[in-house]
C-alpha cells in the first residue's frame, strides 16, 4: 500500500521545500506522536494510507491544476493543500465541538483532513461501516446535531485517500 501512494504523491505537483530558507522535510513531515494525538482523540487508529502521506508528505500546496475536477458533482478547485497532523486535529476539535444545543459543524468520527478559506471540507471517515472514505461537506452546512446522522448534507469523493489521489492523477486536465 505505501508504494502504491508513493507512486501517486509523486506524480502531482507539490510546491517545492524551500531548502534556501530553511525548511526541512521534517516541517512539513507529521511527527508519529502527533499522529497517534489523532488516534487518541478520535479513538480509533487512522487509515495506513493517510497515516503514509502524513509522515512522507505531509503538509504540502498543490501546485498545479490537477485539482481542478469534479468528482461526485464537486469542483475540487477549493483543494490546494493538505494539511500536517497538528492542524488536522486542531481543525477536527474545533469542529466537533458541540453546543449547548448538541450541534456541531461536522457528524462525529469524521476528520477534518483540509478545508478551504470559505471552510468547505474534506472529511475522513473513522465508521466501522465508512472506514477510510472520504466525505465533502460545503460552507453552506451550518451546524446542526450530527448525532444521529445519515451523511445528509455530506458528498461522498473517494472510498479511501489513495482513491481520491488516484481520482486527481487520473483527471483529464493532467
Avoid at 498545479?64 to 476539535?93: C, H, S, Y
Wanted: contains cysteine; glycine residues 4%.
Amino acid at each position: 500500500m505505501s508504494e502504491e501512494i508513493a507512486n501517486l504523491s509523486a506524480q502531482i505537483k507539490w510546491e517545492p521545500i524551500d531548502i534556501e530558507d530553511g525548511d526541512t522535510t521534517e516541517l512539513y513531515c507529521s511527527a508519529d506522536s502527533d499522529i497517534t494525538a489523532i488516534e487518541a482523540f478520535m479513538g480509533t487508529s487512522l487509515p495506513e494510507d493517510y497515516k503514509w502521506f502524513m509522515t512522507h508528505v505531509g503538509r504540502r500546496i498543490l501546485t498545479d491544476k490537477q485539482v481542478d475536477i469534479r468528482i461526485n458533482g464537486v469542483w475540487m478547485e477549493f483543494l490546494d493543500w493538505f494539511r500536517d497532523a497538528i492542524d488536522v486535529l486542531t481543525f477536527t476539535q474545533m469542529a466537533c465541538d458541540v453546543d449547548d444545543d448538541g450541534d456541531s459543524k461536522i457528524p462525529p468520527h469524521l476528520l477534518v483532513i483540509t478545508n478551504s478559506i470559505s471552510h468547505d471540507k474534506l472529511l475522513l471517515d473513522l465508521t466501522t461501516e465508512n472506514y477510510g472514505k472520504i466525505w465533502y461537506l460545503s460552507c453552506g452546512i451550518h451546524e446542526r446535531d450530527w448525532r444521529n446522522h445519515n451523511y445528509e448534507g455530506l458528498v461522498l469523493m473517494a472510498d479511501s485517500f489513495t482513491h481520491l489521489l488516484e481520482q486527481i492523477i487520473n483527471s483529464d486536465l493532467m
